[in-house]
């Protein structure tokens, strides 16, 4: 085996139960809950008891994904498992930056309830959505987008699947736009343009809190959603690439790729489901990937890379 990176789960993931089994089992886990709790009273409840319904809402979502992901985290730290470089999805890449001590446990959890609310008020001011594109080159569809006022490719998944936030009202005609063209657009059930320009104000108002907030250089590389490269190594670098994720693509393709040019042949998906490790198979399918989300993937990938 080579090199392990983690990569932390963003939102969409979530589901009631989540990080119940690791609550229950594990003392990193219940300290991560804990902490959360002191802080936002009922965030492990909402893990453990949320409905579908309650968990999709921005301002839950990503307070109990980042309790979950760094929970994951932190379990395998605990059992002698640790990465050599790091990515999160969106949410998941603060999860990933305070792992690796950007932040103080409490630091990162209190800047992620603000990021979620800062994005909520702002998506409740645009009425904005996304849509998932499939089967058509990124190219082809960057040139589609230009033909539209107001869309924006912003999540670069993986082969053949970009996301693009939009102004709802154009959500009908840009989807026949890209059947015309021979792609594939499913609309997503989100309330919000995210990544996009939709989110400019939230990039203000999350570079505003971070001017007050303690930030250090990442322990570990942690590869930016912003630039598919690691974060630079100055603290006004690191906020500055915070901050501007929110309203910037997430080059997630990109990042994978270049994780495995660097030596990365192993992924652990940190977090909720395992739709990261899904596109990974497609974008690079010769690594090893695994997840831990419960105590059973928590054993099972323990024992597995301790094998190899």
Known sequence: MGKIAFVFSGQGAQYTGMGKQLYDTEKAAKTVFDMADSIRPGTSQMCFEGTKEELSITVNTQPCLFCVDLAAALCLKEHGIM????AGFSLGEI?????????????GFAFVCKRAQFMHEETLK???????????????????????????????????????????SLKEGFCEAVRANGGRAMPLPVSAAFHSPYLDGAAVRLAETLKETEVKIPALPVYA??????????VEGVKRTIAEQANHPVYWQKTIENMVADGIDTFVEVGAGKTLSNLIKKIAPQVQIYNVEDAQSLVETVAAIKAN
């Open 83 to 86: 990465p050599e470089a790091l």
């Open 225 to 234: 959603n912003l630039s598919a490269r690691p974060y630079s190594t100055d």
């Open 126 to 168: 645009t009425n904005s959505t996304m849509v998932a594109v499939l089967k058509m080159p990124n190219d082809k569809l960057e040139e589609l987008c230009k033909e539209f006022e107001g869309v924006y490719p912003v999540n670069y998944n993986g082969p053949g699947q970009t996301v693009v936030a939009l102004a709802a």
């Open 95 to 107: 999860a990933a930056l305070t792992f690796c001590d950007v932040f103080t446990l409490e630091d």
